[in-house]
């Protein structure tokens, strides 16, 4: 089985300034996916960033990007030019597809709460 | 247009009562979803489905069941609830082909409240 590790349950930064987010999974598998998604206080669930793991290359939208380091099984998000909007919880995600007819399954992390602070 | 919904979004009820939770997603996916997030706001599958047909039953009392009248719904029933019920639950689907990353639409969410 899966397991996905947040370290930091809770974080700020200030306004404009740069903030990063660990995460480390576990898992025997070579083919998967890792997601960062955010939920801020609405609870609506938004993914922000998503890695496949057979790309060497890490992933990046506008100003978030991630770190993802197959070998050490880490894949933190760092956020650029924090805003106040950017204040959520955020989920790092390990995906498991289970075949053409049977979806995937997401396993979560334990959150980490993000404050930016003005 | 909404792509995964849930009604309804707030539900306050008894315990001992019984109780459902609709969700219907528009976006032609295949397989969809049902989620448990408890007040640590840990998330944790519960359910998913495939074109009607069960995928993923993880260890749920037998008080909770699922039903899926077509690919495009998926109803959580709860039966004789309890206080720890109370939690948001999320539905969310996902497509079997044409993206490669399959990833998963969430709906809003329910908060149910058991007293």
């Known amino acids: 089985a899966q397991t996905v590790t947040q370290s930091q349950p809770e974080m700020s930064v200030q306004e404009a300034e740069t903030v990063t987010l660990s995460c480390t999974y576990d898992?025997?598998?070579?083919?998967?996916?890792l997601f960062w998604y955010k939920q801020p206080p609405s609870r609506q669930m938004i993914l922000v960033i998503r890695q496949e793991a057979y790309k060497q290359q890490n992933a990046t939208e506008n100003r978030f990007s991630v770190n993802f380091q197959k070998a050490a099984k880490s894949f933190s998000l760092k956020i650029s030019d924090s805003q106040l909007g950017d204040t959520a919880m955020y989920f790092c995600a390990f995906m498991k597809h289970l075949g053409e007819t049977s979806g995937s399954r997401l396993t979560f992390g334990e959150g980490t709460q993000l404050t930016v602070n003005p | 247009d909404t792509a995964v919904s849930q009604t309804p979004k707030y539900l306050v009820t008894q315990m001992g009562n019984d109780k459902s939770i609709k969700c219907e997603q528009n976006l032609g996916h295949d397989t969809m979803y049902w989620y448990k997030q408890d007040s640590k706001k840990f998330l944790k599958i519960m359910f998913s489905y495939n074109n009607k047909e069960l995928i993923i039953n993880e260890t749920v009392p037998n008080r909770f069941s699922p039903k899926s009248p077509d690919k495009a719904h998926l109803n959580l029933h709860i039966n004789s609830l309890e206080l720890g019920d109370s939690a948001v639950y999320f539905c969310?689907?996902?497509?079997?082909?044409?993206?490669?990353?399959?990833?998963?639409?969430f709906g809003p969410g329910t908060r149910l409240t058991v007293t």
């Open positions: 898992t025997s598998e070579n083919n998967y996916y």
């Open positions: 969310a689907s996902s497509p079997d082909s044409g993206k490669i990353s399959y990833e998963q639409y």
